[in-house]
Each structure stands twice: as structure tokens, then as C-alpha cells.
T-cell receptor
Framework: DAEITQSPRHKITETGRQVTLACHQT?????MFWYRQDLGHGLRLIHY???????NKGEVSDGYSVSRSNTEDLPLTLESAASSQTSVYFC????????????FGPGTRLTVL | AQKVTQAQTEISVVEKEDVTLDCVYE???????LFWYKQPPSGELVFLIR??????QNEISGRYSWNFQKSTSSFNFTITASQVVDSAVYFC????????????FGQGTRLTINP
């Protein structure tokens, strides 16, 4: 069965370290998204991609970067982790077209000390 | 800019009661999609429904029903005869129609169903 996975599921890191969160989907979807979930804010869009070599900034992109070298993966990098980036991170994917339904990964809980 | 407001932060009811979760949205787009997602205690996001702005017909799926009113920019979700398994955080979301498909989420409503 097609799926979307995230790793690690839990991560603790220190302020200033570079961290990469992995997202892998086997749906063969062109569209991929990264969101962060914080109390009182729901989920907010960090970055998104419409296909290989395409990446775009979302609402809360400062301090984050992504790259898309193949269809299946969209890793999210925190260049220099900050305590304000402690959050739960969700990756999602959707097919092209008007459907709009996004399939979400299980989430990664990141703690920055 | 698009915005989704779920004014109810937390709701607590007794099992078998009916409960309605409110969702109000703002958008300048004339066409858009509206969604509801469920996040149970296990943490994953479960898709419940997608509604096209062209279609204002209400929808019922078992104990779940959705009332879409374009005139008031609302997309409310009702659970009839609630059950303990309905306890979760529920998110309403809005997206453009087209390539963008970026979801704008509300803050979420934590629903607790007490036995």
C-alpha cells in the first residue's frame, strides 16, 4: 500500500545544531508540503513543492529549507535550530489537479533545548 | 489573505449528546475547498471531508454531518450521538482550487466525550 513516512518520529537536539527531518512518500504525488503544529495555531505551512527541483516558501519559512531531488522525498532542514522551532512537524503529499486532498505523515516531534 | 477561525478551543460533552463544531473562514477567492480533519490522541491527521465551494449541499456520513453556508462563510461539523471514540482534536481547513492546494488551518477544537 502507498504511504507517507517521516523519520525520526522523535528528536531532541540543541540550539544551534543543524537538523534534517525526512519525509518519504510512495504515492508518486508531485505535490509535497511541510507543516508545523503548535498549540493555538493549528498547522502552519513551512515549505511546499510541486515537483522535482521546485520548492516554495510558506507562511513560516524563516529558519527552514527544503530540497526536492526526486519525487518521493522532501527533507526539511533546520539550519541552526532554535527553541522556537520546538514543534510537531507534519509532511503531506497530494496529486496534481483539483482534488486538493492531502495525505499526512505520522508527524515528527522535535524538541530544541 | 485566507483565514480559518475555530472559536471553540475545547468542548466537553457526555456520550450520546449531539455536538457541533464551528468553523468560519475568510477568503477573497470565489472558488475554494473546505476540509475537516480529525487528530485522535495517537497524533495522526485523518481526512474527514472535502467540500467544493460550488456545492452548498449539506452532507451526512453516518453520525457525521456538515453544514456549509456560503452566505455566512461557515462550514460547521455536527456529530450526532457522540461516542468516546470521537474524542480528538478537529481541524477545519481551507485551500485554493488549483495547483496551489496549500491548506490554511484553523486553530483546532479539542473535543472530549465523557462516558
Amino acid at each position: 500500500d502507498a504511504e507517507i513516512t517521516q523519520s525520526p518520529r522523535h528528536k531532541i537536539t540543541e540550539t544551534g545544531r543543524q537538523v534534517t527531518l525526512a519525509c518519504h512518500q510512495t504515492w508518486n504525488h508531485n505535490n509535497m508540503f511541510w507543516y508545523r503544529q503548535d498549540l493555538g495555531h493549528g498547522l502552519r505551512l513551512i515549505h511546499y513543492s510541486y515537483g522535482v527541483q521546485d520548492t516554495n516558501k510558506g507562511e513560516v519559512s524563516d529558519g527552514y529549507s527544503v530540497s526536492r531531488s526526486n519525487t518521493e522525498d522532501l527533507p526539511l532542514t533546520l539550519e541552526s535550530a532554535a527553541s522556537s522551532q520546538t514543534s510537531v512537524y507534519f509532511c503531506a503529499s497530494s496529486r496534481e489537479g483539483l482534488a486538493g486532498e492531502q495525505f499526512f505523515g505520522p508527524g515528527t516531534r522535535l524538541t530544541v533545548l | 489573505a485566507q483565514k480559518v477561525t475555530q472559536a471553540q478551543t475545547e468542548i466537553s460533552v457526555v456520550e450520546k449528546e449531539d455536538v457541533t463544531l464551528d468553523c468560519v473562514y475568510e477568503t477573497r477567492d470565489t472558488t475554494y475547498y473546505l476540509f475537516w480533519y480529525k487528530q485522535p490522541p495517537s497524533g495522526e491527521l485523518v481526512f474527514l471531508i472535502r467540500r467544493n465551494s460550488f456545492d452548498e449541499q449539506n452532507e451526512i456520513s453516518g453520525r457525521y454531518s456538515w453544514n456549509f453556508q456560503k452566505s455566512t462563510s461557515s462550514f460547521n461539523f455536527t456529530i450526532t450521538a457522540s461516542q468516546v471514540v470521537d474524542s480528538a482534536v478537529y481541524f477545519c481547513a481551507l485551500s485554493e482550487i488549483g495547483r496551489a492546494q496549500k491548506l490554511v488551518f484553523g486553530q483546532g477544537t479539542r473535543l472530549t466525550i465523557n462516558p
